[in-house]
């Protein structure tokens, strides 16, 4: 293998755009491309035309352009098999297979995930007809959480303070099609009171790094209110998640999950994104598993990394990671992110985007959604832009 690397990034959000810029600041790294990219990463790298859940497509792009290592961003290509496909081809990827995958494509395969390898989690019980999960409800201590298995963008968990919030929430996804099939099966659970934590963990095979854990801001509004969005904002690293709470997700967690593993056949190769509640004796339980990086988290994890974050994707990638030689900055970062007006309901495209002509040092803004029309940089989805700062401590 060339020391310098091509790289094909699979994409087109903030998290992206997050690892285009790590990549291109890589010594490894000779050309980047994205694929299909967003109005600010079409500004700094070839960006072609692809649908991300196609398997042979997105093969026969990363051949056309002689990738050495394709990065799969979001969790759809992962769940189609993408990274199955490229890797068959012999294409190095960043991104587990279908396997490990289906612990996000399904909230219902994953707490039985949970279930088989003790993991701690919430009480749970998984639905398909109406009338059996309204019949739940009534046996059920409240609040609860109701949330659509499949993929739903971050936004298909609905806390219930009462039964008639509930009720509406089972009906919307089974009866109404809220979330497409992804709500056709649905989790009821136990709501988990304290305080979230996020914590990614780059895994490789047997070997893994835990990054900083990090803190996102899931509802719409000041003061955690409204509904929950994909993520208004992150910080890193969470001082709430202390090395002695660390010990205990380390051991209870982690540990479990990567034996789990290797017990069902688990090739992992990617990041595994941890959703942990800490109560309030700080005692950790996991309220799901994502296969890929948090947007906007790893948009403030990514700075953090001293060792070259394209040397730690490429190793996971290629089984070769030495986690003992990782080193992270003992520095804080936080990202705050702009979003269309509307967001996470109805909200407006094709709005003009002035950007200034220059940032405070350590100061960066990266580009989600956004498209080029002509020359002019437009809003073209829900959230636009994350405003990210690194400085000695998360004060400053």
Known sequence: MNDKLTVLIIGSGGREHALLRACQKSPLCSAVHAAPGNGGMQTEAPCHPLDIEDPVATVALARSINADLVIIGPEAPLAAGVADALREAGISTYGPGRAGAVLEASKAACKAFFDRHGIPT?????????????????????????????????????????????????????????????????????????QEVSLMVMVSGDNHVCLPPSQDHKRIGDGDTGPNTGGMGAFAPALIADEAVMRIVRTTIIEPTLAGFR???????????????????????????????????????LPLCETDPLALIRDCANGTLQPDEVRIRQDAALIVVLAAKGYPGPYTKGDHIQLPACLPPSVEIIHAGTRLDGESLVSAGGRVLGVVAIAPSLAE
């Open 122 to 194: 919430a009480k749970w019980e998984t639905f398909t007809d109406l009338d059996t999960a309204l019949a739940h409800l009534d046996s059920v201590d409240f609040p609860v959480v109701v949330k659509a298995s499949g993929l739903a963008a971050g936004k298909g968990v609905i806390i219930c303070g009462d039964r008639p919030v509930a009720e509406e929430a089972v009906r919307s996804m089974l009866l109404d099609n809220a979330f497409g099939t992804s709500g056709h099966q649905i989790v009821i659970e136990e709501f988990l009171d304290g």
């Open 263 to 301: 017990a069902e056949g688990i090739d992992y190769r990617g990041t595994l994104f941890i959703g942990i509640m800490l109560d309030r004796r700080g005692q950790p339980k996991v309220l799901e598993f994502n296969v890929r990086f948090g947007d906007p988290e790893c948009q403030v994890l």
